[in-house]
């Protein structure tokens, strides 16, 4: 009987081990998502203001308590950051005399509900009083006239609640719409505490700006996952995973390192497609049609939500769903079209990504930017035009 009972034993655990085997090798499920979306008109009232700053786009929030991946509390602050931004007054429905655009703007947003009165935006001003951007190019790398567009950032909750963020040193090249360059990577450190124009930062030039010889560039901050126990990731494995886009093809690229390095570059990785590898030359395209803004999100059931652009600039705001941070991802899935907004032809829609500190669980705020390609001419007819727009997606079960 005893040798029976053994036998018994090690047939069960036999058994168990296989059904755990056979459950491990099961498919992640990367092309269906159970999902309601709807327009956010209170965040979008939020934006539609008349003074001061009136518009802008390359909206982030971050926590500031560093809980990314739930939503923030009534006593929490959010950091809004923002790329060009108008400054001045509207008037009888268009854009007063004195109105100046900036290279970046800050927010300050106490709790997670879009009351006007709880929202304050800053940027500095020069020595006449003008409207200057906060966060000025100032390394050894800089040029004369190049200026930050931002990239995402964190609170890092390992190196004393410094805030990180990816400024992308831009210079003009030309004139038009698009006479801009992309031109260099930078790390911008905020002390915990500071307050904007945050004279105590530190600006420090990052080799994660890449080219190839068909003349492809590509940089990494274009969204910020943090896997950690603290930021309340569902899944931790430790580290900070940040995310790059390369190419016309908008491809995404995937860093990770520990938030104790993050200022320590040597230290990071790159997926390399199979393996984490410490030479970023070898970092593989992941997956494509991304924007140069975008988010990663953990879904309830275990997957990731990548939320982007389609394409960098177009009229569909898409997901991709992810097996892990770093991928595989599955097919481009549509969330939101886009076309509603676009009053004229010349609008044009970009750089979506989600807000999860803003989100209701079980929810996801995404925001997405509408611009013009006739600038100021359209600003004057639209004044409001050039700012965020928000939807809410409603994640109702997932399809397994």
Not at 259 to 284: H, I, L, R
Request: glycine share 8%; proline share 6%.
């Amino acid at each position: 009987m005893k040798k029976f009972a053994v036998y018994c034993l090690l047939f069960c655990f036999a058994l168990n081990l296989q059904t755990k085997a056979q459950t491990a090798k099961q498919p992640v499920n990367l092309t269906d998502l159970k999902f309601t979306v709807e327009t956010a008109p209170e965040w979008n009232a939020l934006l539609k203001r008349q003074a001061g700053w009136f518009g802008g786009d390359g909206i982030y929030s971050i926590p500031l308590n560093g809980v990314e991946n739930k939503p923030a509390r009534a006593n929490d602050q959010v950091l809004f950051i923002f790329s060009d931004s108008m400054i001045g007054k509207l008037e009888n429905g268009t854009m007063a005399p004195g109105y100046k655009m900036i290279h970046n703007t800050v927010a300050y947003l106490k709790g997670n509900k879009p009351v006007d009165a709880q929202m304050k935006f800053s940027w500095d001003t020069d020595k006449q009083g003008t409207a200057e951007s906060v966060f000025i190019p100032r390394t050894i790398q800089t040029e004369i006239n190049d200026y930050y567009w931002l990239g995402d950032g964190f609170v890092n909750q390992e190196l004393n609640n410094a805030i990180y963020i990816f400024g992308y040193r831009v210079r003009n090249v030309g004139t038009g719409a698009f006479g801009f360059k992309e031109v260099g990577n930078t790390l911008i450190k905020i002390p915990a505490g500071s307050q904007p124009p945050y004279m105590d930062l530190k600006q420090m030039d990052t080799p994660f700006y890449l080219t190839d010889k068909n003349g492809d560039i590509g940089s990494f901050g274009a969204g910020i996952y943090v896997n950690t126990a603290k930021a309340g990731a569902p899944k931790p494995d430790g580290y900070i995973y940040v995310y790059g886009v390369r190419g016309i093809g908008k491809n995404l690229l995937v860093a990770r390192v520990l938030p104790k390095d993050f200022e320590k570059f040597d230290q990071w990785t790159f997926y390399d497609g199979t393996n984490w590898v410490n030479d970023m030359s070898k970092v593989a395209d992941v997956t494509d049609n991304v924007s140069n803004e975008l988010s990663l999100t953990a879904l309830p059931d275990g997957r990731y939500a990548l939320i982007f652009q389609v394409g960098g600039m177009s009229t569909n705001v898409g997901m991709r769903i992810g097996a892990t941070p770093y991928g595989p991802f599955g097919p481009v899935i549509k969330v939101w079209d886009c076309r509603p907004d676009l009053e004229e032809k010349t609008f044009v829609v970009y750089n979506a990504k989600a807000h999860p500190s803003l989100s209701a669980p079980g929810e996801l705020l995404i925001s997405y930017n509408i611009n013009s390609v006739d600038f100021i001419p359209d600003l004057m007819k639209h004044p409001n035009l050039y700012r965020p727009r928000f939807i809410r997606m409603k994640i109702a079960s997932s399809i397994k």
